[in-house]
């Protein structure tokens, strides 16, 4: 089955600063890459995806890279906001039917003011 | 537009016993997906069930099991807890995946189980 790996387990910035999470993935038919943010008693809230056709997408100051050859997706957050504090989860789905995602084991992002 | 729901938040049970968690699913969704999330891991599947039938499990025993209802609500059962079993319980429904849609998961806010 898929295995997800995803690197660092906390990251600590100051307010403005960049931060990226990644992860890589073991099954090359994997083509869905979506990422999860939970915030401390919630549940995870999708925040970006990328589908496997593409190499990178942005949404404001989020943004998603994904190198298929290497079997590795990155999220970078540019200004970094207090309220960007949380866990962050990288997963990756394999086609065929049920959306199953595997996920990573989660990155804990503090940002400092 | 109703999000997801799960009860009970809390509880508390002894190893051996039972439990039963609920799950109301977001309006319009067909699909229910459950996951264990263990302190500082990531959610791990249970099984997922689509139109009251399962549609893909887990590496879970099948002490785990589960049910969706017409209305498209879900019940996860533990039976003879074990306390590796302490952990949030996170149910995710969604529209089943096809080429409109990509099959989001949206996830409730969990049920915490403690197994003493």
């Known amino acids: 089955g898929e295995n997800v790996e995803q690197h660092p387990s906390t990251l600590s910035v100051q307010e403005g600063d960049s931060a990226v999470i990644k992860c890589t993935y073991s099954?090359?038919?994997?083509?869905?890459f979506p990422w999860y943010k939970q915030e401390l008693g919630k549940g995870p809230q999708l925040i970006i995806d990328i589908r496997s056709n593409v190499g990178e997408k942005k949404d404001q100051r989020i943004a998603v890279t994904l190198n298929k050859t290497a079997k590795h997706f990155s999220l970078h957050i540019t200004e970094t906001q207090p309220e960007d504090s949380a866990v962050y989860f990288c997963?990756?789905?394999?086609?065929?039917?049920?959306?199953?995602?595997?996920f990573g084991r989660g990155t804990s992002l503090i940002v400092h003011p | 537009e109703t999000g997801v729901t799960q009860s009970p938040t809390h509880l508390i049970k002894t190893r051996g016993q039972q439990v039963t968690l609920r799950c109301s699913s977001q309006?319009?969704?067909?699909?229910v997906s459950w996951y264990q999330q263990a302190l500082g891991q990531g959610p791990q599947f249970i099984f997922q069930y689509y139109r009251e039938e399962e549609n893909g499990r887990g590496n879970f025993p099948p002490r785990f099991s589960g049910l969706q209802f017409p209305n498209y609500s879900s019940e996860l059962n533990v039976n003879a807890l074990e306390l590796d079993d302490s952990a949030l319980y996170l149910c995710?429904?969604?529209?089943?995946?096809?080429?409109?849609?990509?099959?989001?998961?949206?996830f409730g806010e969990g049920s915490r189980l403690t197994v003493l």
């Open positions: 309006s319009g969704h067909n699909t």
């Open positions: 995710a429904s969604s529209l089943a995946l096809d080429a409109t849609n990509t099959g989001e998961l949206f």
């Open positions: 099954d090359s038919a994997s083509n869905y």
């Open positions: 997963a990756a789905h394999t086609s065929g039917g049920s959306y199953i995602p595997t």
